[in-house]
């Protein structure tokens, strides 16, 4: 189809329409977990599914906005839109709102206006065209250090907030470098930094008590354990590496030694200074260790419980006693899903995972049939957010992940994620849009 064609016989409707029908599925959902066991009026604006009804409204308009606008505006501006979210970000920590110990929030009378929601559009935007702008692959030393930076700066200052499931979601745009030529190498250096950290949290959860040393023995026989792993390594270099690579390899060992330990220590001491009691507790909570507090797991305990009383087909739209009754907290927001598991059940659940899935497939198929690099960059980073949300929110709503409050996207209550993430897909569907005529 070409470009002369209209706008809206160019885009992607089986996208639009996967937002639409999330978007749809969110506000009966937030309507349930917020009008306790009353009936729903839709029409009081001062309510929460009264708002979302305008979220929605102003998502849509905002959408239909970015279809008119041609591509190339997109990717002159990337740098431009990157600045504003770093200047929002910075403005946040010096005048905005605290909520729920996070200082992440500009405040209009009764309208709350989140930033770090708005900089992952900006990010994924300037991600694409600083990669857009070289041939050569991000495997090249410059080019990763250029892409951590912008990915970093946003991240720092989120993390300042603190914000750390948002962080965790930036940390997710790691998947572009991958399709942009990163080494696996590093992917073996992501999965060992994770069994690092299991064994970290694991070992300094102040379990194990020795009195020799103290209560953080076990973490120092952590690191005497990866301090021996590794002269193991160096002794036996000679045997297993051919000679002209046993210095390269030697170098690689000692600097690894170092790293690992040292990130073992810093994670050590975030976990021990910088986490609130209640944040390290959650995470204690969902690696099996006890930690003497009978509601350090209350959320997820009775979100699994809410989504398993909802069995095949769920108890039908605001029949669900926990939903109606607010026994889990948040449940218009980061617990959303479970009052589509009590609700709408196994078949509700599974429906909402099937469509989310197929959204995040049909993302990487526009990615993959771009003929600029742009678009393709962008759409690998939308894929990648989006991924991040979905993992984490239905994983610690199912106590496969750490309570750090994210939302659903397009599903949990909020202005700001709403329209954050309409941004930044119809951003992408405008740019497949041009897909005909090489942006750059």
Request: charge should be positive; include cysteine; aromatic fraction near 12%.
């Amino acid at each position: 189809m070409r470009r002369t064609a209209p706008i809206f016989q160019r885009i992607d409707w089986f996208t639009a329409a996967a937002v639409m029908a999330l978007m749809i599925i969110g506000l009966f959902n937030v309507a349930s977990a917020t009008s306790g066991a009353d009936a729903v009026d839709w029409f009081d604006w001062g309510n929460k599914q009264g708002k979302q009804i305008i979220w929605v409204a102003i998502g849509i308009l905002f959408a239909a906005t970015i279809l008119l606008i041609e591509g190339e505006f997109f990717i002159k501006t990337a740098v431009i839109h990157y600045g504003f979210n770093l200047l929002t970000l910075l403005a946040v920590l010096a005048i905005g709102k605290t909520i729920g110990g996070a200082k992440s929030w500009f405040s209009f009378g009764n309208v709350g206006i989140q930033p770090s929601e708005f900089a992952k559009t900006g990010t994924a935007l300037m991600l694409a065209w600083l990669l857009s702008r070289t041939s050569e692959k991000i495997a090249t030393r410059d080019n990763l250090i250029k892409a951590i930076i912008v990915i970093g700066i946003p991240a720092g200052l989120i993390l300042l907030q603190p914000d750390a499931g948002t962080v965790l979601v930036f940390g997710g745009l790691i998947f572009v470098f991958y399709r942009e030529g990163l080494s696996g190498n590093v992917l073996m250096g992501v999965f060992s930094a994770l069994l690092i950290t299991v064994a970290t949290i694991l070992t300094g959860a102040n379990q194990l008590n020795y009195p020799v040393i103290g209560s953080h023995s076990a973490v120092f026989m952590l690191w005497g354990v990866l301090l021996g792993i590794g002269l193991i390594l160096w002794i036996t270099t000679p045997y297993w590496i051919v000679p002209r690579r046993r210095k390269f390899v030697r170098r690689v060992i000692l600097i690894s030694g170092i790293a690992s330990i040292g990130f073992s220590g810093m994670l050590h001491g975030g976990m021990e200074k910088v986490l609130k009691p209640h944040q390290r507790d959650r995470i204690h909570v969902l690696f099996g260790i006890d930690v003497g507090n009978p509601d350090a797991d209350y959320n997820i305990r009775h979100s699994k419980a809410a989504i398993g009383s909802g069995s095949w087909t769920g108890k039908g739209f605001l029949q669900g006693p926990m939903t109606a009754y607010g026994f889990v907290p948040e449940q218009e927001t980061d617990f959303i899903f479970c009052t589509i598991g009590e609700e709408w059940g196994f078949f509700g659940s599974s429906f909402v995972l099937i469509l989310f899935t197929g959204l995040l497939v049909r993302i990487l198929m526009l990615a993959e049939r771009q003929r600029s690099a742009f678009t393709r960059i962008y759409a690998y980073g939308v894929a990648s957010i989006l991924f991040m949300h979905y993992l984490i929110n239905v994983g610690m709503v199912i106590g496969l992940a750490p309570v750090i409050g994210i939302p659903l996207p397009f599903v949990s209550a909020g202005g700001s994620s709403l329209i954050g993430f309409t941004l930044l897909i119809f951003i992408l569907l405008r740019l497949d849009a041009e897909r005909f005529t090489v942006l750059r």
